[in-house]
């Protein structure tokens, strides 16, 4: 089983709508969760960190649900820009730095 | 400006010959890097983490003697894909932790595709 399950998508969506991406993970000793966004072809960049009580910035809010171990990332109000892959990510304290990535959620917003 | 510089960003090679990778810190000491790969659509898969002044760690179903790692200075780690293979072509990138502020920075990637 893998370690961060995301749905793959892909999410098409007008411009203006809302959309939420879930992801879970597997390993309960997990201590930080991340989003990240990847272009087609480029590096991942991160997005936001997501923490225990909820967090936003700007038109992204982001829940972690550690009982469920269960992440989830919420877009409003589309835009163009925001079509890209949405990776969740987790660590895990005995891999230390290293990042878990899941498959990521591709999201392509239309005009 | 990118602070992790990753060179080069493209590169086609021979099957048989090898490729180095470089992933520099440019302006901070990253005791510890990170070694990613992923395939079309997949996602990213963590090869190795590489440690300053000591031998790669590397993960399940890797081989340390194909995929060598040197990460000699704290700017600086290198990833060597030796007798390269068409199945090696993917997308290798690398993440340096900043020492003063645990927080990690990727490589712009590489491409790479043997032929």
């Known amino acids: 089983r893998k370690e961060v399950e995301q749905d793959p998508g892909p999410f098409n969506v007008p411009e203006g709508a809302t959309v939420a991406f879930n992801c879970t993970y597997s390993?309960?000793?997990?201590?930080?969760f991340f989003w990240y966004r990847q272009d087609c072809r480029k590096e991942p960049k991160l997005l936001m960190s997501?923490?225990?009580s909820g967090n936003e910035d700007g038109r992204f809010t982001a829940q972690l649900n550690r009982a469920s171990q269960y992440i989830s990332l919420l877009i409003r109000d589309s835009k163009l820009s925001d079509s890209a892959t949405y990776l969740c990510?987790?660590?895990?304290?005995?891999?230390?730095?290293?990042?878990?990535f899941g498959k990521g959620t591709s999201l392509l917003v239309t005009p | 400006g990118a602070v992790v510089s990753q060179h080069p960003s493209r590169v086609i090679c021979k099957s048989g010959t090898s490729v180095k990778i470089e992933c520099r810190s440019l302006?901070?000491?990253?005791?510890?890097m990170f070694w990613y790969r992923q395939f079309p659509k997949q996602s990213l898969m963590l090869m190795a983490t590489?440690?300053?002044?000591?031998?790669?760690?590397?993960e399940q179903g890797v081989e340390k003697d194909k995929f060598l790692i040197n990460h000699a200075s704290l700017t600086l780690s290198t990833l060597t894909v030796t007798s390269a293979h068409p199945e090696d072509s993917s997308f290798y990138i690398c993440?340096?932790?900043?020492?003063?502020?645990?927080?990690?920075?990727f490589g712009e990637g590489s491409w790479l595709t043997v032929v």
């Open positions: 990510v987790v660590n895990n304290a005995d891999s230390g730095y290293a990042l878990n």
């Open positions: 997501v923490y225990s």
């Open positions: 390993n309960s000793a997990s201590q930080s």
């Open positions: 302006d901070f000491q990253a005791t510890t």
């Open positions: 993440s340096a932790r900043r020492d003063s502020q645990n927080t990690i920075y």
């Open positions: 590489s440690n300053e002044g000591s031998k790669a760690t590397y």
